[in-house]
Nanobody
Framework: QVQLVESGGGLVQPGGSLSVSCAAS????????MGWYRQAPGKERELVAT???????TYADFVKGRFTASRDYAKNTVFLQMNSLKPEDTAVYYC???????????WGQGTQVTVSS
């Protein structure tokens, strides 16, 4: 059974940095897509960053220049480094993965990121 487990997150002041990571278990195959979504209270889940195939990374406009996604393909792990955090970045951050472009989506349980003074 494939599982995605996030770690990291927490409370940080505006302008600060935080990182989250996500490790997959239950599979020896590499994911085609791994990335991050987030969901703030009262809002729909939205894409933050995804890494597709060898190294094609897509970022949401609202995180470009501030967030950096990366992967360890050997360990089926994905990371998200978040800099210059803003209060509006406060959300539950979810790890996401697929074995193929249209394959089933796997989700982590989510990790809370709170940006507040």
């Amino acid at each position: 059974q494939v599982q995605l487990v996030e770690s990291g997150g927490g409370l940080v002041q505006p302008g600060g940095s935080l990182s989250v990571s996500c490790a997959a278990s239950g599979t020896m195959s590499s994911f085609y897509i791994m990335g991050w979504y987030r969901q703030a209270p009262g809002k729909e889940r939205e894409l933050v960053a995804t890494i597709t195939g060898p190294a094609s990374t897509t970022y949401a406009d609202f995180v470009k220049g501030r967030f950096t996604a990366s992967r360890d393909y050997a360990k089926n792990t994905v990371f998200l480094q978040m800099n210059s955090l803003k209060p509006e970045d406060t959300a539950v951050y979810y790890c996401h993965a697929r074995f193929s472009r249209l394959g089933n989506a796997y989700w982590g349980q989510g990790t809370q990121v709170t940006v507040s003074s």
